[in-house]
């Protein structure tokens, strides 16, 4: 990956080519830079903190699991995800496809049956199976819910490799800890993906704020994505290799960024703790938190203006939305093509 300073230089263009400038270098800034790249544009990237990434992409789960998502979200969430699905395969190297599962306490049946009635691409299976799926789970659950097509990846290490594929293979240009707007006269086309930072456009943004913690254990072992069912707050464990796990996510309905409260750390360690006693005694290595830009409905939108296109709103769904609405922007700019289910404003009769 680049370090933090560094400026890579595009190669130079034809006369024809798209003049595309990029602000913002998380997932959304990063897809969008390698739809258009695709296409045939130059492309520079401007991101105003060190590195790619640096925002709410930190801190994702990286769970790529469209149908776990339909449980609560409206049916482009995953419509979108089955699309980014095929693109993260495809665009980064050994991305884990080991399915997902989702389980509940037996005081929690109910949440588990009405979880499989508001989705699909599931198989019910009992004790045994999870046992053959998570050896470490023989014995503690009678029921779950298997999605066999999903997948997951480590956000960080995904964002690292589309960073170099942009710089290597097509020559993009990105500017670290640089203002966003300054020389929009040269670009034909400015794709805004600055999150809940384009709060000075996008008046109907807000944020919402997700906690997170990574675990580190030599005692227990998972090869997919674990959710489990809880009263107070569902939890996902995501395993990141070499013992190590995120553990998310809060939802919290408000813009501070940064401080994670007591009472989310002890609700989400409860709910990991509930899965497998040994991950109380797993070392915490990390804590964090920050803001998902959301529009009032949380549903993602294109939306443009002038010679900007923003890409916005991807609330909890940013590696699961942020390919498929990136080439969306790039049709959009190149076609002139009108996606309704992302442009206008109400999604839900899409």
């Known amino acids: 990956m680049l370090s933090p ?3 890579t230089t595009a190669t130079p263009c034809t006369a024809n080519a798209m003049r595309v400038k990029i602000v913002g270098a998380g997932v959304a800034g990063l897809t969008c830079a390698h739809a258009f790249a695709r296409r045939g544009a130059e492309v520079t990237i401007v991101e105003r903190k060190a590195g790619s990434g640096q925002g709410c992409s930190w801190y994702a789960g990286g769970m790529l699991a469209p149908w776990c998502e339909r449980e609560s979200a409206e049916p ?5 995800g089955f699309e980014s699905l095929d693109y993260w395969r495809e665009a980064v190297p050994n991305v884990p496809k080991e399915g997902s599962l989702v389980l509940a306490q037996p005081r929690d049946l109910p949440d588990l049956r009405r979880f499989s009635r508001r989705t699909e691409g599931y198989e019910w299976i009992d004790d045994t199976r999870i046992a053959a799926l998570e050896p470490d789970l023989e014995g503690r659950f009678d029921q779950g819910l298997f999605f066999p097509t999903e997948a997951h990846l480590e956000p960080r290490k995904a964002l690292a490799a ?3 594929k942009l710089v290597d293979e097509h020559h993009v240009t990105i500017r670290y800890e640089a203002e ?7 670009a034909d086309v400015v794709v805004d993906c600055r999150g809940l930072a384009a709060r000075d456009q996008l008046e109907d943004l807000r944020g919402v704020k997700g906690e997170m913690l990574v675990l580190y254990s030599t005692e227990i072992a998972l090869k997919r994505p674990v959710r489990m069912l809880h009263p107070r707050i569902p939890v996902y464990i995501v395993p990141r290799g070499d013992g190590h796990f995120m553990i ?3 939802s919290i309905e408000n813009d501070e960024r940064g401080r994670v409260t007591g009472r989310s750390m002890l609700e989400l360690l409860s709910a990991v703790y509930a899965l497998h006693p040994a991950f109380g005694e797993a070392e915490i290595v990390e804590i964090g938190a920050d803001v998902r830009p959301a529009f009032p409905d949380n549903l993602p939108r294109l939306r443009r203006r002038g010679n900007t296109i923003y890409v916005n709103g991807l609330y909890r769904h940013g590696f699961l939305a942020a390919p498929a609405l990136a080439r969306r922007a790039a049709e959009l700019a190149f076609d002139g093509t ?6 206008d404003e109400d999604h839900r009769e899409w």
């Not at 707007?181 to 040269?186: L, N, P, T, V, W």
């Not at 009108?338 to 442009?343: A, D, K, W």
Request: charged fraction near 30%; proline fraction near 4%; avoid cysteine.
């Open 76 to 80: 482009i969430i995953a419509e979108l």
């Open 180 to 186: 966003g707007f300054e020389g929009d006269d040269a």
């Open 338 to 343: 009108h996606f309704p289910e992302v442009m």
């Open 162 to 164: 589309l960073t170099r």
């Open 248 to 250: 998310g996510a809060t």
């Open 5 to 7: 300073h560094d400026e």
